[in-house]
């Protein structure tokens, strides 16, 4: 068995990180309940598991990488990672980059309903988790995360817990049955705007240009693109110019004509940019490839 770390998620309270446990959650079977918005690149998860637990991750914006079973999963929003009790997982060395997300853990070991259900009902809904075809599920953007947002402000807020639970229960029948739907595709002009993004990622790619490509006007545009994909079209322009970059870097590109190349005004802002998907510097990127 590979290394890894049991994981235990401890209570934790700031701006853009809340973490709720057992006590002050109070509901049977939810372990932790959490929600982190990040507005900088934080430090990969290293490999580790959860004794006895599900772990429901769901990303609302951004992109984020997850890695279980020997595989890599690249999440965006409205997508839903979920570990196996026991499982060993990680982001695989990367680290969780801009975005948001909510993850939960569903103990199915220390009591005989989850989520305030009968017995029969606790024990359809884990037999449902535990015949889930994939570690990823693409959802609807809009009914996931209001359901979750609800229940989350219902435990953080101090109220009726049973309102929170029931939420909980409606995001994870319904996650079920998304498992069990084809997974639709974007449409032909969002598919369109996105292969003329990875086209052009050396050139100044302007939104009102890609929405016109599009036949729709900027705000039309933006908020198409961020519902099918779950990220806003400039986010994930940034994000594919900085992955980009880093290939470019790791052949020999000097950093600045690499700014230069990607359009960015100064190479100053390139480091800034990069460091803020990747917690680290351009340079401390080209140090670690030179190990």
Known sequence: MEHAIHLIDKP??????????????????????????????????????H?????ITYVSDG??????????????GGDVFITFPDEIHSTNLIPISVGEIFWFQINITEADTILDLNRNASADLITALQSLNSHLI?????????????????CFLNQNRHLASSYLCV??????????????????????SVAYIMEHLKEELSLDTLAALCSLSTSQYKQKFKAQMGISPR???????????KKLLSEGMEITRTAMELGFNTSSYFSVVFKRYNTYSPSAYIKQLKR
């Open 138 to 154: 693409k959802t609807d953007t809009k009914e996931m995360f209001q359901l979750l947002r609800k229940s989350f402000e219902a």
């Open 51 to 55: 004794k006895g637990c599900f772990e």
């Open 235 to 245: 986010s994930f322009i940034n994000f594919q110019k900085i992955e980009l970059s």
């Open 171 to 192: 995001f994870l029948n319904r996650l079920i049955e998304y498992d069990n739907l084809p997974q639709s595709g974007l449409t032909q002009d969002i598919e369109g």
């Open 63 to 76: 992109v984020i990488s997850f890695s279980a079973d020997s595989s890599d999963y690249k999440l965006s």
């Open 12 to 49: 934790y309270f700031s701006t853009n990180r809340n973490v709720l446990t057992q006590e002050q959650l109070q509901i049977p079977g939810l372990q932790m309940f959490g929600k982190h918005t990040m507005t900088t690149a934080i430090a990969p998860l290293p490999n580790h598991y």
